[in-house]
């Protein structure tokens, strides 16, 4: 499935959105490149995919300032493994972590390591 909006900024579509195989361009991912995209991989200032980065990335693996997903990695990162300034997640590493195994200057949560060591 593929679709871009035909407004733009600059050489960006506002939405682009792009999922699955495409036969006509020989791609087995979905590529999404936009203000907002949706896609397989997709980088935008909103990204929303398996793979996504942007300012906000939500997605399986995700980076970007706000970071929401399996595995991501931003300024504020909330998932299963999160590293980040402020980290929450099931694994989170950061100055602010929160999180069953914290690692961090200020940990809380299950298991708190304090890093590094004072």
């Not at 997903?69 to 929450?88: E, Q, S």
């Not at 690692?103 to 299950?110: A, L, V, W, Y």
């Amino acid at each position: 499935m593929r679709y871009q909006s035909k407004a733009a900024i600059g050489d960006f579509p506002v939405v682009c959105i792009a999922f699955g195989p495409d036969a006509s361009t020989q791609q087995n991912r979905g590529r999404a490149v936009g203000v907002v995209a949706l896609g397989d991989v997709a980088v935008g200032i909103i990204a929303l995919g398996g793979v996504a980065a942007g300012l906000i990335a939500i997605g399986g693996a995700s980076l970007g300032i706000i970071s929401i997903g399996g595995l991501c990695l931003g300024l504020v990162a909330l998932g299963g493994v999160a590293v980040g300034d402020v980290a929450v997640g099931g694994v989170a590493t950061g100055v602010r972590a929160m999180g069953g195994l914290s690692i961090g200057p200020h940990p809380e949560g299950g298991l708190p390591i304090q890093w590094p060591p004072s």
